[in-house]
Every structure is written in structure tokens, then in C-alpha cells.
């Protein structure tokens, strides 16, 4: 079957299947705890609700230039997709089948399709490049949109820091504001009017809103 035609868990799996065997034991070990304790931990309490106003937060698209929440989604409805960055391999298939599955169907409906991470604009642009991206790519510089929607994931253990740093990530050093802060992989529908109309928050950043549910949301919401 054609990756454009399968689902992000799928995909998902069959890549943590390889990774197994090219990662340190140990390293995986601390990533399925870390990931056990996340989804454990649940949504958090505080996250915003459909039926909220989303501020016109400041941006940062691919190139450095300087946009906003509003001027990117130009008066329409828009899914807006939270991801953790470019060095992230669940972050990568999930844009792509987004990419590739679902941005079609959204413009056939009129409605937008927009990327934010933290990374910064190099990052963003890497994400934008690597998986043919055709649809906006942006840095959320300081999680100010994340933090205002609540999706913050929690402070990592000093374990999976460590782990990260021998497979060579930084996240200091790829977040465009100098922090490790993440937003828990998150896709919501604004309308028209940046109402929250559907926000569907994944504490476990291995999984994805499927193509499947956000398209039902979107016809069921807007």
C-alpha cells in the first residue's frame, strides 16, 4: 500500500519498529517510559475549549519574516497543526501524510492549512523542504500561541534529556527562543472567525490526529 494511502499510526509503527534496532537499548527504554508517562499524565487541565477566541499571536514563517495568526489564516477557517520540530520522525510523518492526504480535501472545503512549532525559522524551513510541503510552515517563537492554548508538554526528566543529547539534539539549541519547551503534538479547527471549533490534543507525542477524524470534525464543526 502507498504511504499516501496509509494511516500515521501505521506509518508510525513501522518506523519504531526499524528504530528499535539501530537505537541503544537503553535509549529506548527511557523514550517508552517518557512516552508511558505523558500519556499517563493526560491532557492538561487548562486546555483551551472549543468556543474560544484565539488571539492574532505573532509569527515567524519559514524565511524570517515576521507574520501573525490572523494574517496567515486571512479570514478563513483553518486547521491549525502543532508539531514539536523538524528533528522529530513522528512530526515529519504526519506532516507529510498531512501534506499528502488532507490538504486537498481542506481546500476543496475552503479551509487552511497551517504548521507551528517552536524550532526556528531554519527548522521550519528544513520541515518544509524535507516533506514537499505546500502549505505554511511556522515558528511559534516561545510557545506564546502553545501556552495560550495550553498544550504545553511537561518539563522532560533529566534521563530524556540526556538520551536526546546522544542522538544530538539540543532543543536550546533548534527552539527559536533558546528554551526546551515543547507543545504537545496538537490539530485544531478555527473558523472563520479563530473560534476554536475542535482541538484534538495528543499527550503522547507517537500519535496523531488521523486524517479521517480531522475531516469529520471539520464537516461536523464548520
Not at 519574516?65 to 520522525?89: I, Q
Request: proline content about 6%.
Amino acid at each position: 500500500m502507498a504511504t499516501a494511502t496509509r494511516s500515521i499510526s501505521d506509518q508510525a509503527l513501522k518506523m519504531q519498529e526499524a528504530a528499535a534496532g539501530r537505537l541503544p537499548a537503553d535509549v529506548v527504554e527511557i523514550f517508552g517510559n517518557w512516552t508511558a508517562r505523558l500519556s499517563a499524565g493526560g491532557v492538561p487541565a487548562n486546555v483551551a475549549e472549543p468556543g474560544r477566541t484565539v488571539s492574532d499571536v505573532p509569527l515567524t514563517d519559514a524565511h524570517g519574516v515576521a507574520t501573525s495568526l490572523h494574517k496567515v489564516t486571512a479570514g478563513n477557517p483553518a486547521v491549525l497543526v502543532f508539531y514539536r520540530g523538524a528533528w522529530c520522525p513522528y512530526c515529519n510523518i504526519a506532516l507529510k501524510t498531512y501534506g499528502d492526504q488532507l490538504l486537498a480535501p481542506l481546500s476543496e472545503r475552503g479551509v487552511g492549512l497551517v504548521a507551528i512549532s517552536p524550532q526556528s525559522p531554519d527548522g521550519s524551513l528544513s520541515a518544509q523542504e524535507t516533506n514537499a510541503l505546500r502549505f505554511p510552515v511556522l515558528t511559534d517563537a516561545g510557545n506564546v500561541l502553545a501556552g495560550e492554548l495550553g498544550i504545553l508538554a511537561p518539563a522532560r526528566g533529566a534521563d530524556v534529556k540526556e538520551a536526546q543529547e546522544r542522538l544530538g539534539l539540543d532543543l536550546a539549541a533548534v527552539n527559536a527562543d533558546g528554551t526546551d519547551e515543547l507543545p504537545m503534538p496538537t490539530v485544531v479547527i478555527l473558523d472563520a472567525h479563530s473560534v476554536i471549533r475542535w482541538i484534538d490534543v495528543h499527550p503522547d507525542y507517537t500519535t496523531r490526529s488521523e486524517v479521517g477524524d480531522i475531516l469529520a470534525a471539520i464537516d461536523r464543526v464548520l
